[in-house]
Nanobody, 111 residues
Framework: QVQLVESGGGLVKPGGSLRLSCAVSGINVKYNTMHWYRQAPGKVRDMVALIRPGNSTDYLNAVKGRFTVSRDDAKNAVSLQMNNLNEDDTAVYYC?????WGRGTQVTVSS
């Protein structure tokens, strides 16, 4: 059974940072493309970042230069370092692999 469990969300002021983590079981993150998505109220779910088995990455244009996705093969986990956050980053953030989703973690950016 595949499980993805996100953590690390919270309330942060504009310009602040958060680090999200996704603990994975049932699949090996080293051999799968891992994604982070986000969904704000009333909006579609957008792909924010991905990391491929070969370590290449892609990012949503709006987060390039501010977010960094990484993978910890030893812990079978992926992370999303988010810097210089702004209010448009407010959303529920989800970890994804193939058809498997976590339950999400809320990120709120507000002064």
């Amino acid at each position: 059974q595949v499980q993805l469990v996100e953590s690390g969300g919270g309330l942060v002021k504009p310009g602040g940072s958060l680090r999200l983590s996704c603990a994975v079981s049932g699949i090996n993150v080293k051999y799968n493309t891992m994604h982070w998505y986000r969904q704000a109220p009333g909006k579609v779910r957008d792909m924010v970042a991905l990391i491929r088995p070969g370590n290449s990455t892609d990012y949503l244009n709006a987060v390039k230069g501010r977010f960094t996705v990484s993978r910890d093969d030893a812990k079978n986990a992926v992370s999303l370092q988010m810097n210089n956050l702004n209010e448009d980053d407010t959303a529920v953030y989800y970890c994804n692999a193939k058809l498997h989703w976590g339950r999400g973690t809320q990120v709120t950016v507000s002064s």
